[in-house]
Every structure is written in structure tokens, then in C-alpha cells.
């Protein structure tokens, strides 16, 4: 297992580094600067509704580094990385200083899965579990605080339900 994790690795990078792509910083070594941000609306089962002012990670560069290098993740914020089309989402902890939680968002919006207070600095895979359109990354213990669950919606104009 952990030789075809390593061997996926190595081909993602060189399918990055593949002539005809934009340049994408394979190894980052600081911050990104802030991303265009939009509003994103969690509705959980209960009815409630919680915003957040979210950056987006759309391109290829954008999504490879994140939130690395960021010491902290303000609540009310983080980043969606929009991967446009469903697909599996593995995401990892390096370079990321700050613990997150992660949710993986279904094409229709519903919370397909969700990885709490992740480790930083990790190598570790945290997957998707199937096809997913987008990954919220948010500081980590907003998901217990806010009673978020798999199932619930998020409202963003990427998954056609803007709030």
C-alpha cells in the first residue's frame, strides 16, 4: 500500500511538471498570497446556517500549495479547492502548520465526508472516499463546534446553489 501511495505520488509530480502545463511550485516554500475569496454557506441538518468568507483554489498551482505555511486559519474562513469535475480528493498535511478540519463536498453540495483535526506537517493520505467536486478546508474544530455532519449542504455558486 504504501508503495503504490508513493508511486501515485511520483506520477502526480511529474504529471505537474509535464511540458505545456502552467508552472506549478513542486516544492513551495512559504505562503501564498490571499486568494479571491466568496461566500459559502454550511446548512446542517438542524437548520441552521454558518457562513464563511472562503478562498478559492482553483488552478493547478493555487491547490498545490493551499494553506501551507499559514500559521493559523481564522474562523469564519478557510480555503475550497474547486476540482471542477467529481473526482476522488487525496489531501495531505505538508508544509500545514495549522491542525484542519477537512470536508469533502458532493457536486450537488452535500458533505460527502469529513476529516477532522488533522495533523500538521503529516504525509498521511486523507481521502475523499469516492468522486467529490470540491475540498473545504476550515481551522480544525469547527466541524464538532458548529454540529457539522456528513450529508449536510454547503451553498457556493460551484455547486449551482449560491447563497
Same mark, same amino acid.
Given at each position: 500500500m504504501m508503495h503504490r501511495r508513493a508511486l501515485l505520488a511520483a506520477l502526480m509530480v511529474l504529471t505537474l511538471a509535464a511540458p505545456g502545463r502552467a508552472e506549478v511550485p513542486l516544492n513551495p516554500t512559504q505562503a501564498q498570497p490571499t486568494l479571491p475569496t466568496e461566500k459559502l454557506v454550511i446548512v446542517t441538518r438542524g437548520g441552521k446556517r454558518h457562513d464563511f468568507n472562503v478562498e478559492m483554489a482553483i488552478d493547478e498551482a493555487q491547490q498545490v500549495v493551499g494553506l501551507m505555511f499559514r500559521p493559523a486559519v481564522p474562523a469564519g474562513t478557510g480555503m475550497l479547492f474547486d476540482w471542477?469535475?467529481?473526482?476522488?480528493? =487525496?489531501?495531505?498535511?505538508r508544509n500545514t502548520v495549522a491542525s484542519l478540519d477537512m470536508l469533502f463536498i458532493n457536486a450537488d453540495g452535500t458533505i460527502r465526508h469529513i476529516a477532522e483535526h488533522t495533523v500538521p506537517q503529516s504525509l498521511a493520505v486523507i481521502s475523499s472516499g469516492g468522486p467529490v467536486?470540491?475540498? *473545504?478546508?476550515i481551522a480544525s474544530g469547527t466541524v464538532e463546534q458548529l454540529d457539522i455532519h456528513v450529508? =449536510?449542504?454547503? *451553498?457556493n455558486r460551484i455547486f449551482g446553489n449560491a447563497p
Open positions: 471542477k469535475q467529481p473526482r476522488e480528493s =487525496d489531501m495531505w498535511m467536486r470540491a475540498t *473545504l478546508e450529508g =449536510d449542504h454547503v *451553498l
